[in-house]
């Protein structure tokens, strides 16, 4: 079993920035795939970005592609979001969530573990 804990989220005004962290616990980190997602009432959640255990590849959503990054600490078990030129249209829920296999998966249902999500609010 895998825990996942975020934090960072928050109020930002649009074009500043905010990092998104988290934590995992639970099981050997540096051999799970790591993904952020977002989520708005009413709508389906949105991959955001992945990152492969091993090599620690990225792939990246369209929509935030030269805007966000991720990143991992294997030496304290951390995913990290950092988002820059933040959006209105970034408004969301921010969930990470992990993966047994060493793939760049961006469907959710491909997902073993999530987090509770962090709300992340841009205002204009």
């Known amino acids: 079993q895998v825990r996942l804990v975020e934090s960072g989220g928050g109020l930002v005004q649009a074009g500043g920035s905010l990092r998104l962290s988290c934590a995992a616990s639970?099981?050997?980190?540096?051999?799970?795939?790591m993904g952020w997602f977002r989520q708005v009432p009413g709508k389906e959640r949105e991959f955001v970005a992945v990152?492969?255990?091993?090599?620690?590849?990225?792939y990246y959503a369209d929509s935030v592609k030269g805007r966000f990054t991720i990143s991992r600490d294997n030496a304290k078990n951390t995913v990290y979001l950092q988002m820059n030129s933040l959006k209105s249209e970034d408004t969301a829920v921010y969930s990470c969530?992990?993966?047994?296999?060493?793939?760049?998966?961006?469907?959710?249902?491909?997902?073993?573990?999530w987090g509770q999500g962090t709300q992340v609010t841009v205002s204009s």
């Open positions: 990152i492969r255990w091993g090599d620690s590849s990225t």
């Open positions: 639970g099981r050997t980190f540096s051999s799970l795939s």
């Open positions: 969530a992990a993966i047994r296999r060493n793939v760049r998966a961006v469907r959710a249902y491909e997902y073993d573990y």
